[in-house]
Nanobody, 122 residues
């Protein structure tokens, strides 16, 4: 069993930056792909970024490409999402997810965190 805990969310002005962290329990996490998703009020959960267990393949939603960077430190069992040039439309609850299957951009991961709120003011 893997437990995921997100942190790093908060309130930031447009143009600012935040770094989200997803800390995991269990050594199995190191062999899992990890995805970040977000959900704004009244909207469906959408894909943001994903990374394979080795970091060899990385995927981004078009809406965040060039502004967000996903990375991982398997020694620390942690995945990061560096978010730069934030926009009000990035406001959402951000969820970390993980699993052994390479579902990547699809919200079909086996494990999910509780989410962290990101609010970008204009």
């Amino acid at each position: 069993q893997v437990q995921l805990v997100e942190s790093g969310g908060g309130l930031v002005q447009a143009g600012g930056s935040l770094r989200l962290s997803c800390a995991a329990s269990g050594r199995a996490f190191r062999s899992y792909s990890v995805g970040w998703f977000r959900q704004a009020p009244g909207k469906e959960r959408e894909f943001v970024a994903a990374i394979t267990w080795s970091g060899g393949s990385i995927y981004y939603a078009d809406s965040v490409k060039g502004r967000f960077t996903i990375s991982r430190d398997n020694a620390k069992n942690t995945v990061y999402l560096q978010m730069n040039s934030l926009k009000p439309e990035d406001t959402a609850v951000y969820y970390c997810s993980a699993g052994p299957r390479s579902v990547m951009t699809r919200p079909e991961y086996d494990y999910w965190g509780q989410g962290t709120q990101v609010t970008v003011s204009s």
